[in-house]
């Protein structure tokens, strides 16, 4: 039987336990929210030994050579010496710089971290409070502003949403790994369509895309679709639609989710060049996805990214 061994506490698991849940039920506390080597939010290190890892592509290999690990896509099989993700230790640190309600459900943070971060619209970065981690993306543009800016979706109870909605300006927090994520903008794209659709807080990462598209003077038509719950969440109206008043290449559309079925279903692609990125829970990445699709767009000239419920 392999033992497992974090600081001074040592234990017998079975050959072959997931090492997240190893951790977890052995009063470890390891934070995680996709479970599918996604969101990192939790990185280990194997000080002694290697697990059996099922996905060696989630991490560089720098970072495989120092020994990290994501703990819940590996497997216990020999005797493993764990050390714990450290945000004081082995993350950045940074503070609030303000938080704001957007809507009923959607809570702002604007962070400024003690040193730049590199970082590209649609990336996504791990944010920790206290010893609460989650990722999420980055709605903010580095080349504009001086802020790391976060919309969080705050509808259903979670422990990083509870303890950001107690957060206030100055207030300590460490920033995780930083992650590509599937959503960018290429430049070469500046004369084809590009449709950004995005449900509740996917808009984030998209604003930013949108805003990187208009930097570098996209010069094909941009239709963004934002389908919200209801009317008072959609979040950004105003600022996207100030943004298209000066740009005639740009179109807003505000869909409810009253008004999917209908709207979807007069979907229609005007050209094979476009280009879509989607973004948001997969129920509503899976249906934008799907009439796509129908609708003629080659399945490589799409790309997703789902947000992912804990669990």
Wanted: some cysteine; proline content about 7%.
């Amino acid at each position: 039987m392999p033992e497992l061994r974090v600081g001074e506490r040592q234990w017998t698991v079975a050959p072959g336990s997931n090492l997240l849940d190893a951790l977890n039920q052995n009063g470890v506390s390891v934070p995680y929210s996709c479970r599918a080597g996604s969101c990192h939010a939790c990185l280990v290190k194997c000080v002694e030994g290697l697990p059996s890892d099922s996905r060696p592509d989630a991490l560089s290999n720098e970072q495989r050579q120092q020994g990290w690990r994501l703990a819940c896509q590996c497997q216990v099989v020999d005797d493993l010496q764990i050390e714990t993700f450290d945000p004081l230790r082995d993350g950045l640190a940074a503070q609030v710089a303000a938080s704001d309600w957007l809507s009923p459900s959607v809570l702002r943070l604007r962070l400024t971290s003690e040193r730049p971060l590199r970082y590209q619209a649609g990336q996504h970065l791990v944010l920790w409070a206290g010893q609460v981690a989650r990722p999420y993306s980055l709605a903010s543009l580095p080349e504009e502003d001086r802020f790391l800016e976060f919309h969080l979706d705050c509808r259903q109870p979670g422990e990083f949403s509870d303890a950001a909605r107690c957060l206030k300006i100055g207030d300590p927090i460490r920033l995780g790994e930083l992650r590509g994520g599937a959503l960018h903008y290429d430049p070469d794209w500046y004369t084809r369509p590009l449709w950004l659709l995005a449900a509740g807080t996917g808009l984030g990462p998209l604003f930013g895309i949108l805003r990187e598209a208009l930097r570098q003077d996209h010069q094909g038509a941009i239709r963004v679709i934002h389908l919200a719950h209801d009317a008072d969440e959609h979040y950004l109206a105003k600022p996207l639609q100030a943004m298209a008043a000066s740009r005639p290449n740009l179109n807003i559309e505000l869909w409810t989710a009253a008004e999917l079925p209908a709207a979807l279903a007069q979907l229609r692609l005007v050209s094979r060049q476009t280009l879509a990125l989607v973004c948001g829970a997969p129920d509503s990445v899976d249906a934008f996805a799907r009439r796509l699709y129908l609708a003629g767009l080659p399945r490589n000239q799409l790309l997703a990214d789902v947000f992912l419920p804990r669990g």
